[in-house]
């Protein structure tokens, strides 16, 4: 069965220090990975997403995530993060053969202190 | 990336009417949409997948009766929310995708149910 797993409901960082969040998947099919981001009262917006090719992949905002087929993981990471990165955010799974039906992770809530 | 517009992006409607929301793919064929229901500080859940001119699949345990989808044209799906109630109250997003293309999302609709 098709999963996702955010082992961190809620993180609080520092400004300026780094942060990883955690995302592992299970999947029957090669899978093809994403990272949303939603502010409170907003819709989704995509940071980053992973089809094949090299497993570390940049995203927007200074983000980037790294696929461990290994692993099932697919964890992202930004070097210093800034106050406006607070928000949720989702880790999804999907792929073109199950007609790009999409599983999210419960999601990672982020705090940042100034 | 192609573009999903979502409308409205709220409403408010007294308990017992209907709602409907719309999503629109504006520069590409969606042959899929699909419809997720995010309640407050979860995960997005899908509700159904709708392929145009077909009938919507709906996930088990959501009322096909009371969220109807439809999907009569390759740019425009529609949820109507029946006889809405209080605890139908979430924000619901749409994702579109076409031929071999990734699915895309709306920016959602928050519904409040009085």
């Known amino acids: 069965a098709q999963s996702v797993t955010q082992p961190d409901i809620h993180i609080t960082v520092s400004e300026g220090a780094s942060l990883e969040l955690r995302c592992n998947y299970s999947?029957?099919?090669?899978?093809?990975l994403f990272w949303y981001v939603q502010s409170p009262g907003q819709g989704l917006q995509l940071l980053l997403k992973?089809?094949?090719?090299?497993?570390l992949v940049q995203g927007i905002k200074g983000f980037e995530a790294e696929f461990k087929r290994s692993q099932s993981s697919f964890n992202l990471r930004k070097p210093s993060v800034h106050w406006s990165d607070a928000a949720e955010y989702f880790c999804?799974?999907?792929?073109?053969?199950?007609?790009?039906?999409?599983?999210f992770g419960t999601g990672t809530s982020l705090t940042v202190i100034p | 990336g192609a573009v999903v517009s979502q409308h409205p992006s709220w409403v408010i409607c007294k308990s017992g009417t209907s709602v409907k929301i719309e999503c629109r793919s504006l520069?590409?064929?969606?042959?899929?949409m699909f419809w997720y229901r995010q309640f407050p500080k979860q995960s997005l859940m899908l509700m159904a997948t709708?392929?145009?001119?077909?009938?919507?699949?709906?996930e088990q345990g959501v009322e096909k009766d009371k969220f109807l989808i439809n999907h009569a044209s390759l740019t425009l799906s529609t949820l109507t929310v029946t006889s809405a109630h209080p605890e139908d109250s979430s924000f619901y997003i749409c994702?579109?995708?076409?031929?071999?293309?990734?699915?895309?999302f709306g920016q959602g609709t928050r519904l409040t149910v009085v």
């Open positions: 709708s392929n145009e001119g077909s009938k919507a699949t709906y």
């Open positions: 999947y029957g099919a090669t899978p093809y």
């Open positions: 994702s579109a995708s076409g031929p071999n293309t990734e699915a895309f």
């Open positions: 999804a799974v999907g792929a073109w053969n199950t007609g790009n039906q999409f599983y």
């Open positions: 520069d590409f064929q969606a042959t899929t």
């Open positions: 992973y089809f094949s090719g090299d497993t």
